[in-house]
Each structure stands twice: as structure tokens, then as C-alpha cells.
């Protein structure tokens, strides 16, 4: 059973910075394509970032480059979202998820297959 769990998350204040940790189990991590959306209040999940399953390749949302760094550790079975200067804006549920396996890199939600329980991020003004 494909398990990815979010941490990380909680209260920080504008201009601060959280790390998104995402564990995950039952799959070779190796083989799964690996991204990081978010659902702000009242609106619709939107995509964040993602992270190729070999080489880093990466892709961003306009909103958050410059800003967010994803990463991960195959090895590790693991994913980061690092944000940095984080502005109210960035409030909202955040999924960390993986593609079925064969998937390079993909920036929709429903190229996903497997998603977590996703990790509240308050930003304060």
C-alpha cells in the first residue's frame, strides 16, 4: 500500500521560511515522478511545484519561483519543499504526491496517482 505523508507545516510569519517534509512507502521511489500542490482557502488546488524521479529536473508555479525549492532523496524515500520568504498568500493545505511509475515529470494534478494527507502552512501578516 502506497503510503506519502506531509510534515512540516504550521504558523510563521510573512517573510519566514518552513521546510515541507514528504515520507513515502510501498513504492521504489526511484520510478515516480514527485510534486507538491496546495489548496488555499475557499479556492482550488493548484499546482506548486514538482521534481523529476531521476536528475532534477524541476518546475515551478510563477507565484513561487525564486521563492521554493523542491528536492528529494530516492534513497531516502523522501521530498522536501523548502519555502522561503513566505507571504500570506502561500496559506493553504499543501499535498505532496507521486505519478504512477514511468513518469518523468508532470505538472497536473491528475498526472498524480498517489497523494497524502497534505500539512497546514499559516503565513501571518
Known amino acids: 500500500q502506497v503510503q506519502l505523508v506531509e510534515s512540516g507545516g504550521g504558523l510563521v510569519q510573512a517573510g519566514g521560511s518552513l521546510t515541507l517534509s514528504c515520507a513515502a512507502s510501498?513504492?521504489?521511489?526511484?520510478?515516480?515522478?514527485m510534486g507538491w500542490f496546495r489548496q488555499p482557502p475557499g479556492k482550488e488546488r493548484e499546482f506548486v511545484a514538482a521534481?523529476?524521479?531521476?536528475?532534477?529536473?524541476?518546475d515551478y508555479a510563477d507565484s513561487v519561483k525564486g521563492r521554493f525549492t523542491i528536492s528529494r532523496d530516492n534513497a531516502k524515500n523522501m521530498g522536501w519543499l523548502q519555502m522561503n520568504s513566505l507571504k500570506p498568500e502561500d496559506t493553504a493545505v499543501y499535498y505532496c504526491?507521486?505519478?504512477?511509475?514511468?513518469?518523468?515529470?508532470?505538472?497536473?494534478?491528475?498526472?498524480?496517482?498517489?497523494w497524502g494527507q497534505g500539512t497546514q502552512v499559516t503565513v501571518s501578516s
Open positions: 504526491a507521486a505519478t504512477p511509475p514511468g513518469t518523468s515529470i508532470a505538472t497536473l494534478g491528475v498526472e498524480y496517482e498517489y
Open positions: 510501498g513504492l521504489t521511489f526511484s520510478n515516480n515522478a
Open positions: 521534481i523529476s524521479r531521476r536528475f532534477g529536473i524541476t
